[in-house]
């Protein structure tokens, strides 16, 4: 008997008013998103969409990205979430008013990409490899996809529903484009999440065709970026340059098909998107083979390439994947988009394999390398999340490949999917946030509270709130990897003996209106030391508490942060300050060497209290070192 198919609830049926996101949230909606579209508005990207005629020079896709519909459609996104938790009236027709600039901006026959519509016309598909024509589309679709759950309009859906089926045309048996894909990855899975909206069929099997084109030729290059030996346009911010060698068809995952593929390799987004579409097929289709490559691809991740704050990609140079074990953390890059991906791919890993192992992942990068790339006040930004700093480094306001921010937004305004599973046993809990969820069960309406002071507090309850007769119901608590201590669980203030199936505690009986459970998780501060092999973090340790990872900052401390010496043995306390925890540990400060870059001698060193504060919260408070990795004494 299969086992049973694991959904998110939608946004509507579930509740946020949790403390720790719950502010964050509003910031969000109050700052952050007005904050975007005002610099959309002045970079370009909503004036681009009226297709104004413009210069043909050969350095168009400097002064007129390929990529800006994506910029729109992922801040349409995140508004459209907002949408879904609550009236906005302006943003709802701020909203309107950009699904009109792109309903004039599609073509005839669903077309709808203004670069090649206004800056290089009859080019279109052309050049799969680097012109992002199907990530443009990609972002749209998810865009149309949300819009339409959110508010019931089929404004967006409906445009983006021409426009993959020009696609699907195109790509499909006998089409101009039979046996291509897109060089960015990204159209693959807002596919499926156009079937499942829309429940048709062909945008599955397109998805899918897509997916198992990757890897096999043709390939359809653009002739004049393959003859220049380089990869067109990999987005000129950064300035990389990768021969048409291996290492370029690692960067996209083009070196094998992607049902060979057990290593992950090259540009970080791209590969986050692809495996996310890929586990998403491998649920819908039951695909065996994808899964496979999905979980072989993972356990090389896991293992070798992440940052202990869940950022992934350590090679500025491709924004992208090193060497295993290559972790630096000042030179590291840790895109905030590619932290955004693993949440999307570790969630769709847990809704495939009901594994908590991937949302002890999610958690963590959701906390710690997805939470850094914004400001406390959400308006200022990190491209790369770096784990230590000379001083050097701060948040941007913007950026001119300004795929970050928006990203950012609507990973937040969705939180609401990420929390709760269900399938036809019952509810799975993923994320302890404080809220409700409702959801059908046995034929009756559920309703279940969720409240604690989490990640702050490890004491978390459950209500049944609603249930209209006693129910039997499977609830699964995620037990998370940090938690190695006894953990607790009680129902109705009676000790609960609780079986444990793939990192979920399982409570299997029959429920209540008013039936109450009391999980306790222990969250004392712990030092982490790395695998031998990261370089990095020789002789260090970074300091843990719950899911959150901390960092050290100059501002807190008497010393810049290299000059800082954890002590192996002291003890680590706990102070709640400012809406956030402060760790203090023992440790000592060392003097600045005198006379010399060099010393025979052992320098002095003073006691001191070394305090940290939440990685993501760094950087908000002026210019200077920081380091999540701090040496110890021996």
């Known amino acids: ?3 049973p198919h694991r959904t998110s609830l939608p946004i509507a049926d579930v509740v946020v008013s949790d ?5 964050r949230r509003e910031t969000v909606r109050t700052r952050t998103i007005p904050h975007q579209e005002e610099r959309l508005r002045e970079g370009g990207q909503f004036e681009a969409l009226l297709l104004k005629p413009r210069s043909h020079d050969d350095d168009d896709r400097e002064r007129f990205p ?24 302006e943003l709802d027709a701020a909203v309107d008013k950009a699904i009109d600039l792109l309903a004039g901006a599609q073509q005839e026959d669903g077309y709808l990409n203004n670069y090649f519509t206004a800056v290089k016309p009859g080019k279109r598909f052309t050049d799969l490899r680097d012109a992002h024509e199907l990530y443009c589309a990609g972002h749209l679709i998810e865009a149309g996809v949300a819009h339409f759950e959110a508010t019931g309009k089929t404004s967006l859906l409906d445009i983006v529903r021409r426009y993959a089926d020009l696609i699907d045309r195109e790509f499909g048996p006998g089409g101009s484009c039979e046996g291509g894909y897109c060089g960015h990855q990204e159209i693959e899975l807002a596919l499926v999440k156009l079937y499942r909206a829309i429940r048709e069929r062909r945008y599955l099997e397109l998805s899918l065709r897509l997916t198992d084109n990757r890897g096999k030729a043709p390939f359809y290059f653009d002739t004049e970026a393959e003859r220049r030996g380089d990869s067109g346009y990999f987005g000129g911010h950064f300035g990389a340059v990768v021969r048409s060698d291996k290492r370029s068809r690692e960067y996209n995952q083009t070196h094998l098909p992607v049902r060979e593929q057990d290593t992950a390799v090259g540009h970080s987004v791209r590969a986050m998107y692809q495996y996310t579409a890929m586990a998403d097929l491998a649920l819908e289709l039951d695909d065996a083979g994808l899964q496979e490559a999905c979980e072989k691809l993972w356990d090389d991740l896991v293992t070798s390439k992440l940052y202990v704050t869940g950022g992934i990609g350590s090679d500025p140079s491709i924004e992208g994947f090193g060497p295993a074990f290559d972790l630096p953390d000042r030179t590291g890059y840790a895109e905030t988009c590619a932290a ?11 809704l495939l394999t009901g594994e908590a192992k991937y949302v002890d992942v999610l958690e963590r990068v959701l906390y710690n390398g997805v939470l850094s790339g914004a400001s406390a006040d959400g308006t200022r930004y990190f491209y790369g999340n770096p784990l230590a700093s000379d001083g050097t480094v701060e948040r941007s306001d913007w950026f001119d490949c300004a795929c970050c921010p928006p990203n950012l937004a609507r990973l937040l305004t969705s939180l609401e999917h990420y929390v709760y599973a269900a399938d036809t046993e019952g509810l799975w809990v993923n994320l302890y946030v404080t809220g409700k969820a409702r959801f059908a069960h046995g034929g009756q309406r559920v309703t279940v509270a969720q409240e604690s002071d989490y990640p702050w507090d490890g004491k978390i309850t459950f209500t049944i709130t609603e249930a209209e007769a006693p129910l039997p119901m499977t609830l699964r608590l995620r037990l998370p990897e940090w938690a190695v201590e006894a953990v607790s669980v009680s129902v109705n203030g009676t000790a609960l003996p609780y079986a444990t199936d793939s990192g979920y505690a399982v409570l299997d009986r029959t429920w209540s209106a008013g039936d109450r459970v009391e999980l306790t998780l222990p969250m004392a501060p712990v030092l982490v030391r790395a695998d031998a092999r990261v370089a990095s973090a020789h002789g260090k340790v970074a300091i843990q508490r719950g899911p959150i990872v901390h960092c050290v900052e100059e501002v807190d401390n008497a010393a810049p942060v290299p000059h800082l010496v954890i002590a192996r043995s002291g003890a680590l306390r706990t102070e709640h300050a400012d ?18 870059l060099y010393r025979t001698d052992a320098p002095a060193a003073e006691p001191t209290a070394i305090r940290t504060v939440p990685y993501y919260a760094w950087a908000n408070r002026g210019k200077g070192t920081m380091a999540v990795w701090i040496r110890e004494t021996t």
């Open 1 to 3: 008997m299969p086992a």
């Open 19 to 23: 403390e720790f996101w719950s502010p």
């Open 66 to 89: 390929i990529f800006w519909e994506s910029d729109v459609a992922k801040w349409i996104e995140a508004a459209s979430y907002v949408l879904a938790s609550g009236e906005a009236p």
């Open 340 to 350: 955004i991906g693993l949440v999307f791919w570790a969630h769709r890993m847990m």
């Open 579 to 596: 809406g956030q925890d402060v760790i203090i540990a023992e440790g000592l400060v060392d003097a600045p060497a005198e006379g010399g």
